[in-house]
C-alpha cells in the first residue's frame, strides 16, 4: 500500500525558511523511475507545482519559486525534504508530496493529504 | 503559466452523465498526452482518475472516461453515483520548463 504523508510547521513567520518533509511507505525512491514532487495550493486557489525529485537524484523546480526551493531526498529513510525560504504571505497554502512511478510519468498518482503553512507574523 | 479553466461547478442526478472541461494551450493540453484528472473529497488526498489522456488506474470505475480535443481536456462520469460528489482538477505536462499546470478545479454535486 503506498502511502506519503507530509509534516513540518504549520505556522511559520515572514523571512523565515519552512522545512517541509514527505514520508512515504509502499515504495522505494531508489527505484528507476521514481520521482517525487511537492505542490502546493493557496487557499480557493489553483494546484501549483513545486519541484521533483528523482530517483537518480535529478532535481527540477518551479522557474518562479527555484532561488527559493531546495529539494532533497534520504532513500534509507524514505524521506523527501522541500526548504523554501524567505517566505511570504502569499505562500499560504496547503503543501502536498505526490508519487510520480514510472508507468505513469511525469503524472503522479498518489499524494499525501497535505499540510496547511500559515505564514503570518 | 495560466491555471487550466475549469467550470467551478456541475451538478447531476444519480444515474446521470456529467462531463467537465479543461481548457489549456498548445503548450500544455494540446502539445502533449499527459493529462491527467483527480478527485479529491474534503479532507482528504487527491485520487488519480484518469491519466495520460484517457487511461484509467486500476481500481477506479469504467464511469469515468477523459477525452481530448484541441486544447481542451474533458472528464466524463457516467452513471453519477453519490460518491462521486467532490471536487476534481485537471493537470497537464507543460514541458520540462513549466513541468505541470493544474485546472482550476470544479466541484461536482449529485442531486
Known amino acids: 500500500q503506498v502511502t506519503l504523508r507530509e509534516s513540518g510547521p504549520a505556522l511559520v513567520k515572514p523571512t523565515q525558511t519552512l522545512t517541509l518533509t514527505c514520508t512515504f511507505s509502499?515504495?522505494?525512491?531508489?527505484?528507476?523511475?521514481?520521482?517525487v514532487s511537492w505542490i502546493r495550493q493557496p487557499p480557493g486557489k489553483a494546484l501549483e507545482w513545486l519541484a521533483r525529485i528523482d530517483w537518480d537524484d535529478d532535481k527540477y523546480y518551479s522557474t518562479s519559486l527555484k532561488t527559493r526551493l531546495t529539494i532533497s531526498k534520504d532513500t534509507s529513510k524514505n524521506q523527501v525534504v522541500l526548504t523554501m525560504t524567505n517566505m511570504d504571505p502569499v505562500d499560504t497554502a496547503t503543501y502536498y508530496c505526490?508519487?510520480?512511478?514510472?508507468?505513469?510519468?511525469?503524472?503522479?498518482?498518489?499524494w499525501g493529504q497535505g499540510t496547511l503553512v500559515t505564514v503570518s507574523s | 503559466q495560466s491555471a487550466l479553466t475549469q467550470p467551478r461547478s456541475v451538478s447531476g442526478s444519480p444515474g446521470q452523465s456529467v462531463t467537465i472541461s479543461c481548457t489549456g494551450t498548445s503548450s500544455d493540453v494540446g502539445g502533449y498526452n499527459y493529462v491527467s484528472w483527480y478527485q479529491q473529497h474534503p479532507g482528504k488526498a487527491p485520487k488519480l482518475m484518469i491519466y495520460d489522456v484517457s487511461k484509467r488506474p486500476s481500481g477506479v470505475p469504467d464511469r469515468f472516461s477523459g477525452s481530448k480535443s484541441g486544447n481542451t481536456a474533458s472528464l466524463t462520469i457516467s452513471g453519477l453515483q453519490a460518491e462521486d460528489e467532490a471536487d476534481y482538477y485537471c493537470c497537464s505536462y507543460a514541458g520540462s520548463y513549466t513541468y505541470w499546470v493544474f485546472g482550476t478545479g470544479t466541484k461536482v454535486t449529485v442531486l
Open positions: 509502499g515504495f522505494s525512491l531508489s527505484t528507476s523511475g521514481m520521482c
Open positions: 505526490a508519487r510520480i512511478p514510472p508507468d505513469y510519468d511525469p503524472q503522479p498518482d498518489y
